[in-house]
């Protein structure tokens, strides 16, 4: 026997409830209880259909709002934890979302963004953090796994100088970017810039063909495969003259951000 759900031993020996009611945590309760987990009417105390406990008292149902305390409520306002707001769960309790890019962490929100790399501040162009030179002969390359994005404002601007020596035809370059964190979604640009005078031609080999940056006299390509997948922006150099050393400026840029704090990886490969 368990007097804290037997119906006809209530809370005591002997003691029955009503048909059609309930024996609850040593109390008849009447029908008419909502499920979950959220509180309940017609609770321990013994509250009709449509009236809920507070204190020794039952009172009417509220509007499920957060100022009212949601419909269980005893007259105060739902108050949400740091960073996050308040809402009203479907069973009439209390309960909040966090504020991007916090997240959920138990019964509170954490995580308001990620300590910037030591590239920033690198969220302009004209702010690009600048990388080793790169040349076309020997080929040269090198992958980057220091840098992340840090919030769902952060755009990383990078900047590298490209040495055509005239020994292998004129310079191609591709960008990688790779190791996304789960759940985001980054894409890819990739621009070029011939130092000689003149118009500056960059062939896509991979990724689209981009105008974002023609006013400044780049050409570039983009890449936008979606969620997590790798990102590659490839590219010929043309340049009036014989000489196609130019400036490279990349561009990533979060589409969507899961809050990982995870750096992703960026790999540069001129030849």
């Not at 449509?50 to 204190?55: E, L, N, R, Y």
């Not at 100022?67 to 949400?80: F, V």
């Not at 790798?230 to 400036?247: I, L, P, Q, R």
Request: charge should be negative.
């Amino acid at each position: 026997m368990n007097t804290d759900s037997d119906p006809l031993n209530c809370g005591v020996c002997g003691r029955g409830c009503a048909a059609g009611d309930t024996c609850r945590l040593g109390s008849c309760t009447g029908p008419g209880m909502d499920a979950g987990p959220d509180p309940v009417d017609g609770g321990p105390t013994g509250c009709t259909a449509g009236t809920h406990p507070c204190g020794p008292d039952c009172v009417a149902d509220r509007a499920n709002l957060p100022e009212n305390g949601c419909r269980l409520g005893c007259g105060g306002a739902c108050i949400p934890p740091s960073m996050g707001a308040s809402t009203c769960s479907s069973g009439g309790a209390c309960d909040f979302t966090c504020t991007p890019p916090s997240m959920r962490v138990g019964g509170g929100c954490s995580g308001g963004g990620c300590a910037p790399d030591a590239a920033e501040p690198n969220d302009t162009e004209d702010r690009a953090y600048a990388f080793a030179d790169f040349a076309d002969y020997p080929d040269s390359s090198m992958t980057f796994t220091v840098f992340r994005v840090h919030a769902s404002t952060d755009t990383d601007w990078y900047r590298f100088v490209v040495h055509d020596y005239g020994l292998d035809g004129n310079p191609i370059v591709r960008v990688t970017l790779d190791n996304i964190p789960s759940g985001s979604d980054f894409d890819l640009g990739a621009y070029y810039k011939c130092n000689a005078v003149g118009v500056t031609t960059a062939t896509c080999r991979s990724g689209g063909g981009s105008p974002d940056l023609l006013a400044t006299g780049y050409q570039g390509c983009t890449s936008s495969a979606g969620g997590s997948a790798s990102e590659t922006a490839e590219f010929d150099t043309e340049c009036a003259g014989s000489d196609e050393s130019g400036v490279v400026l990349v561009r990533v840029l979060p589409y969507s951000w899961s809050g990982s704090c995870d750096s992703y990886s960026l790999r540069v490969d001129v030849w």
